[in-house]
C-alpha cells in the first residue's frame, strides 16, 4: 500500500494504473470478487447493487477500466446504453415498477464513488424519495445569458451552425452583392466564456 | 395532441440538429441544468433504436464536457427520468445533463439500503430471467405496448408487429421473435408500461 505521499508523486498513468490494479469492479469482472451477475456479455457486464436504492437496483460496467464517461470510446458507449436499455425494459417486465431512472456521476462532486465508470439502473415507485426533481426557476437573466452563449458553444461542439430562429432573409437577387451577414447571436470570446463562468463564482 | 417539447423544439431551443435538441428546462437542478431530446417524438427510453440511443448519449457525454469547460464545473450528473414514478414530467424522453460544483448544496445520493435475502434474490432471479437469451445484438424486445396517432394508447396481449406498431420507424426492422418471450418461465404484467404512458401529461 503506497502511502499518500508517494500517490501524490505518482504520474496520472502511474496512479491510473495503479488504481486499475486496486479496482473493486475490475475484480468482480475477472470474478475475482463474487457478485450478482444479471446479464454479461464480451464489454458488458450489470450486476446487482449491493446496497440498492430499491430492490433491482442494477449496476451496469464496462469491462474496461474508464475513470469518466468522456474517455469511453464510442462504441463501447452506445453498446453500456442499449444495454441500460434492455435492463430498464426488463425492470418494466419483470419487477413491479413502472418506472427507472438511469443515473450517472462523473466526478466524486457528483457522486461518483468508484474509481471504475459505472452508471445505475433503479426501479422506481410511487413516492419512494430515491432522487428530487428539479424545482428551482432559473432567474430571468440567467436564462438569457445561457440563451446568449450556449447556442454557439453548442455549435462548435456538434459543428453546425447556430439554428435560425430568426425570420429568414429572402435569398439576395442575382448580381447583387450579398446583404452583410447579420450579427451572430452570440460572439465566441473568451469574455462570453468568463461571463458565464462569472455566474458561478 | 401536441407534444409541448416538440413545439418548444421550433423556436426555444439552444441547439437542434437531425437527430436531437438541446434546451433549458423549465424547472432546474442547479444554473447550467440543460436538456437533451431526441427529435423524434419518444415518450420513454424503451422507444429508442440502438441508433437513436447511441446518438443521443454520444451527444449527452459531449455536452457535459461542454459544462465541464465553459462552466468550470466539478463534475456533471446525467439523469434519465423515465416514467411518472421517476419524476418524468413531460411526455418526451430526455436526459438531464446536471454541472456540479463542490458547494452546490444539491443531494441526488438516495439512503442505500440492506434488503432481506429473500427481495434481493426475488429480484435478482426475475432480471436474470428476462435478461436470458436477450442478448444486445442487438434489437429492443417486441414492445407490448403502442401509440396511435392522437396520443391514444391501444394494447393487446399478444401484438402482432404489423398492426399494432403503427410507428414502424421507431422500431429495428426486425424484432426479436416471440420465442424467446414464451420461454421466459415469469409471465410478466402486460400493462406495467401502460399505467405511466397513460398518466403522463
Known amino acids: 500500500m503506497p502511502t499518500e505521499e508517494e500517490l501524490e508523486q505518482m504520474s496520472p498513468e502511474e496512479l491510473a494504473a495503479y488504481q486499475k490494479a486496486n479496482c473493486l469492479f475490475c475484480k468482480i469482472i475477472a470474478k475475482e470478487v463474487q457478485s450478482k451477475i444479471v446479464y454479461e456479455d464480451e464489454s458488458v457486464l450489470c450486476i446487482l447493487d449491493i446496497n440498492p436504492a430499491a430492490p433491482g437496483h442494477v449496476l451496469v460496467i464496462p469491462k474496461e477500466h474508464y475513470a469518466l464517461l468522456p474517455q469511453i470510446p464510442e462504441e463501447v458507449m452506445a453498446k453500456l446504453f442499449l444495454v441500460a436499455q434492455h435492463v430498464s425494459n426488463a425492470m418494466l417486465r419483470a419487477l413491479d415498477t413502472q418506472g427507472t431512472t438511469l443515473f450517472l456521476a462523473n466526478g466524486a462532486v457528483a457522486g461518483q464513488r468508484s474509481p471504475h465508470f459505472l452508471f445505475h439502473v433503479i426501479p422506481r415507485s410511487e413516492n419512494d424519495n430515491i432522487l428530487p426533481v428539479p424545482d428551482k426557476q432559473l432567474p430571468d437573466a440567467q436564462a438569457q445569458e445561457f440563451k446568449r452563449v450556449l447556442p454557439a458553444l453548442l455549435a462548435r461542439t456538434f459543428g453546425q451552425p447556430p439554428p435560425i430562429t430568426e425570420k429568414k432573409m429572402p435569398p439576395p437577387p442575382p448580381n447583387t452583392p450579398a446583404a452583410p451577414a447579420p450579427k451572430p447571436a452570440a460572439q465566441l470570446t473568451d469574455d462570453s466564456l468568463d461571463d458565464i463562468a462569472g455566474l458561478f463564482t | ?201
Open chain 2, 1 to 201: 395532441m401536441t407534444c409541448e417539447l416538440c413545439e418548444r423544439m421550433k423556436n426555444d431551443a439552444l441547439f437542434v440538429s437531425d437527430a436531437f435538441a438541446v434546451l433549458l428546462p423549465k424547472k432546474v437542478f442547479l444554473p447550467g441544468h440543460l436538456i437533451l431530446a431526441p427529435r423524434k417524438h419518444h415518450v420513454i427510453l424503451e422507444e429508442l433504436s440502438a441508433e437513436e440511443l447511441s446518438v443521443l448519449f454520444g451527444a449527452a457525454n459531449k455536452i457535459s464536457s461542454l459544462l465541464f469547460d465553459s462552466l468550470q464545473a466539478h463534475g456533471t450528473n446525467l439523469l434519465v427520468r423515465n416514467g411518472i414514478p421517476a419524476g418524468q414530467d413531460v411526455g418526451h424522453i430526455v436526459i438531464d445533463i446536471i454541472p456540479r460544483w463542490k458547494t452546490d448544496n444539491l443531494n441526488l445520493q438516495w439512503p442505500p439500503q440492506q434488503l432481506p435475502a429473500d427481495v434481493f434474490e426475488k429480484s435478482f432471479s426475475r432480471l436474470t430471467a428476462e435478461l436470458e437469451g436477450n442478448i444486445p445484438g442487438h434489437k429492443p424486445k417486441e414492445e407490448t405496448y403502442v401509440m396511435d396517432e392522437s396520443g391514444g394508447i391501444t394494447t393487446e396481449e399478444q401484438p402482432s408487429p404489423e398492426q399494432d406498431i403503427p410507428d414502424s420507424q421507431s422500431l429495428p426492422e426486425d424484432t426479436p421473435t416471440d420465442k424467446q418471450a414464451k420461454n421466459t418461465p415469469w409471465k410478466p404484467p402486460q400493462d406495467n408500461r401502460l399505467r405511466h404512458l397513460l398518466r403522463l401529461p
